[in-house]
């Protein structure tokens, strides 16, 4: 059984136009913003449409298996799950509403707390915290935003929340099409654990306002079909 996940990171928010790590502020979506998730909405539904029956043709099926396929895969996301925090709950609303749904919120998908440095744009940091941050950039995982969660406590709860979820739905004989949204931060560590890449490696993975990542799941073996695609508008 394939179980297709839309990770998707919020839309842009107010004050973007300054670099600076919000983290667990709670902003809200730009009017930009609101379009970018507009636009991954639509093509989510669009790849799902055109997708679906697909994911169980070819070399995939041979490799991990799915003799099991349903007869009609899910046309449409089945469960939406984010973040707690605004920007993911209003982007969440979004992709859910073409598919009748009603968000199911998850404290433990919202961003890292940065600390003292949260507010603070890049530039701020740099001269205010230069060693601070030079560490933080060349080994994310040794070093931490002072006051701030590490991305080892990053990965316990996000990873955690993911695999529940993925458990909670593995074994259904829809095909069933989940969306996660959360942050760049978060997506970041998600999509390092589900490709096994180590951590220190999480500022090689770019993830763009909106950004549509698709990871198909054959039983228990992942697959990454898109990274930081999608329109971002």
């Known amino acids: 059984m394939v179980t297709t996940l839309y990770l998707i990171r919020h839309g842009e928010t107010e004050g973007?136009?300054?670099?600076c790590y919000k983290g667990?502020?709670?902003?809200?979506?730009?009017?930009?913003?609101?379009?970018?998730?507009?636009q991954a909405s639509a093509f989510i539904v669009q790849d799902i449409a055109t997708a679906g029956t697909a994911r169980y043709l070819g070399y995939l099926k041979d490799i991990h298996g799915g003799n099991n396929a349903p007869a009609t895969p899910a046309q449409k996301l089945t469960h939406v799950?984010?973040?707690?925090?605004?920007?993911?709950?209003?982007?969440?609303?979004?992709?859910?509403e073409p598919h009748g749904l009603t968000p199911i919120i998850v404290p433990a998908l919202r961003e890292r707390?940065?600390?003292?440095w949260e507010g603070m744009s890049f530039l701020e940091i740099k001269e205010r915290y230069p060693e601070?941050?030079?560490?933080?950039?060349?080994?994310?995982?040794?070093?931490?935003?002072?006051?701030?969660?590490?991305?080892?406590?990053?990965?316990?709860?996000?990873?955690?929340?993911?695999e529940a979820i993925m458990d909670r739905h593995s074994g259904s004989e829809a095909g069933p099409n989940i969306a996660i949204v959360a942050h760049g931060g978060v997506?970041?560590?998600?999509?390092?654990?589900?490709?096994?890449?180590?951590?220190?490696?999480?500022?090689r993975i770019e993830q763009d306002f909106a950004a549509v990542n698709i990871i198909e799941f054959w039983e228990k073996n992942p697959v990454v079909k898109l990274l930081n695609g999608g329109p971002h508008g």
């Open 132 to 162: 601070e941050f030079e560490a933080w950039a060349s080994n994310p995982v040794k070093h931490s935003p002072p006051g701030g969660e590490s991305t080892m406590d990053i990965r316990e709860r996000a990873v955690t929340a993911l």
């Open 16 to 19: 973007s136009e300054t670099k």
């Open 187 to 203: 997506n970041r560590v998600l999509l390092c654990h589900i490709m096994g890449i180590p951590l220190e490696n999480v500022f």
């Open 113 to 116: 707390s940065f600390g003292i």
């Open 24 to 38: 667990s502020i709670d902003v809200p979506l730009s009017a930009r913003g609101i379009g970018q998730i507009r």
């Open 81 to 96: 799950y984010c973040s707690d925090l605004g920007r993911a709950v209003k982007s969440a609303g979004i992709i859910a």
